[in-house]
């Protein structure tokens, strides 16, 4: 790679119900951040790269550059695109290709205006078919649990162990979410909580098993590696990065158990690093629900097909901050990950991101992973859709 | 949905569940896809034609749903999973229907999958009262329960004859049942209602005829509670099921919705019968549909004294003049100006005239028909097997069945509004279709239909030696919908839920 895009700085705001503010203050919000930690000003950007998965569908808004730009008075180059990840990904070929030596990359959800409707959007959105038939936001995620459980036959105790692990990935990321002070919900929840939940509900899955909507929104500042140098001593470099896509309608694809799109996109983006699986340590998946980030585990390669929940379950057990699997250290959602940090859609990424970025540059704080060697190695994987597409980034540190 | 264009394209794929195949490489796609993804190019141009309406899939997984999104509510709580057809070459998402889950039902999932379901055409979801209304066949019941998988089998005609009478013939109704007294009432599911019905019956009717859909060049649905003022239910019915020769998006029938309150259908048996009979007319088959959701007002309303006799139910007949399984001899109908009942435009449930419906108006006609018909063709009433009257209570045809001078045993084996409540429109075809489900060959049946407003309509039916051929195909008979172990009844407040529907 000739030109590296690297990350300078990062901002977000708290995830969560911003009733009172407008989406264009949230971003205003994420950025200011972001351009106060790399000590920059607007005239500076050369091109936006933003992003919102549905912002004129929950607030009527259309042309969302066109506020942007009255907001910051900037008359740059602006895209808008569905995913932080697809932003990113927009912005790293700019870089790359020389175009440009600074830009902003963001991203903006606010759902909750539009709480009444949000789960036949996000239905209909994800899949129209499955919609038409009665599918929920939700439902996926069952079926694929149901569809698991089939494959690997598992029977038994071993599903009590099964749905324990799931509780307990919503029990992990809730406690990583009590040290995150953007999070929406800084707060413990007990694995017996997640459990009486589902039993409540009759379904494989329950309240506490899925990440709640969320307004929010997330900025980086991505430059070409001289640019970052000049601006930060520790820059964070994107090394990898890939992404692929899958059919829309989940049932139609010849996969049940697993996302294609998540595999490709590791794969690829592992090449394109030149690093290998197990020099990753922080990893931030996409846990829309607790079965997201049991399958992200074996989609990208950390664990066996059909055993990830066993290495949950057995590292949950007495839970050390993270996954030891064959003896290596994998910190996985230090941030809380989507089920507590939130899941503002089109600014998720971001918030992933920004983990990454933190935990790499030793800035997390009491979050910070703790292991014998500092963390070189930080991935992401974001998805849209029901795994219709997904990203992988890898990012590294000097 | 707000989008007619949309509503059309999603209809047309999922009413029917269309799809196609890749004949190089046998790769399946639910929709129209021009090409396979496999073969690429080479394919283009070149995919097969499919559809599912017809097959048996599988449960493969499920979950269960108490918090739908908006469009489902009325729902309440359903089973939601993934069904493939063709060892599992194809899946698609699917809905359970015809499933009340209680509120205290414990849902073992595994029981539920892996068993055998058949595609259901049903409303899709709600809409405003001014929309178009969805449809779709996404929706599954298990076959093992109430409504068995069938297969549309085709059989070359082998004997032509003079006379048109019944090719085939189909009676749908729910499995959901309201008994109170002596009298059980069939109800709709809440996703129902008199175009679902008709399809359905419409359905069953094809499986019994054998015949090729495509040979039907009229269909005629007549009808008192069709959920639009204007817009057919025969439209709906020639596209769901292809009546006529297909063309692109197109099918080559004449479709048209009759009313004249519960003899809507029955009116049109004669039509249908000319029909088929004039040389020019190049039309093999005429299809003629009654169905209903029988409106009632809730009964402390005016006009709910009827809410202690509706049913719910759809009846097909087929008439051609190929495989004949009962000839038409004769008919006879009467019309006059009585106002016995009736539902101004714009209300949503009928009003009637209480006992003014009796002798000015039901017996009146129905004697007038039946004895005009026997005069003409000069029969008496030993020379009749069957006799079929309008169904709107138990008493009215037992009552002009005894004053015609007809037994027991000529009356009772039509007498189904104890099982089904009175069906309207498709009331005496329902009586009609019981009669000839255990009729042998060459036996009379008197069929009188009565609609307010008034009229009635008699028929002389002879059987043929094929009924007995055809009556193998059919499982769903009127016997087998009455007396099913899978029947489930419903309280009042429920009843009056479902029939209100989506």
New interface residues.
Partial sequence: MQIRPAIVAVGRTKFGEHYEKEPEKLIEEAWLKASQEADIERRDLEACYLSDYFLPITNKFGLEEGFLSELTELHVPMEVTRSFSSALSNACNAIQAGRYGMVLVGGIEKMTDRWDKIRDDLMLLEDPWSYYAGCTPEANHELMLRAYIRKYGIKGENIEKLNIALAQVSFKNHLHATKNEYAQYQRKITVEQVLSARKEARKPLGLYDFAPISDGATALILANEDVARKLTSKPVYVLGSSSATDYLTFPARDELTHFLVSEMAMKNALKMAEISLWDIQILELYDQSTVMEMISLEDLGFCKRGKSWVTIHENCKDYKGYYEIDGKRLFVNMNGGLKADGNPLGATGGAQIFEVFKQLRGEAGERQAKSDEEPMYGCILELEGFGTKGYVYIFGRD | MSSEPIERR?SFL?DRLKGRRCQFCGKE???VRDYCGACGRKSFGKMVDMDLFYEKGKL?????????????TK?GS?I????SFHDGK??????LTDRIVRCN???D?SAL?GREVTPRFRR??SVDKSDVI?T?S??FTFVDEYYPHQEYTIVKPNKEYEAAGIVGYGVYTSRFRIKEGSIERSVPFVDEDAITAAVEAGKLALIHSGIDSSLIGKIYAGSESNPYAVKPIASKVAQVLKLGEECEDVQGVDAVDTEFACKAATSMFKDAASLVSYPKSNINCAMVIGTDNSQAAPRDCPGGELDLFVGYGGCAYIFGKQDVIAEIEGWYSCTSDTPDFWRRDGETYPMHGGRFTGDPAYFKHIRNATEKLMERLNLSVDDVKYFVAHQPNVQFPVRIAKELGFKEEQYLPSLQVAKFGNTYSASSPVGLAAVLDIAKPEERILIVSYGSGAGSDAYSIITTNQILDKRQRQKLTVGYQAENPFLEYVDYTTYRRLKLGM
């Avoid at chain 2, 997984?61 to 918090?67: A, I, P």
């Avoid at chain 2, 939601?80 to 069904?83: K, P």
């Avoid at chain 2, 194809?90 to 809905?95: E, L, S």
């Fill in positions: 999603v999922g796609y639910f929709e493969e997984v499920c979950t269960f749903t108490s918090e739908p999104t908006n469009k489902f729902l359903y939601y999973g993934i069904v194809i899946r698609v998402p699917g809905r039902e414990e849902i999932f999958e899709r979801y969805p779709i996404l929706t």
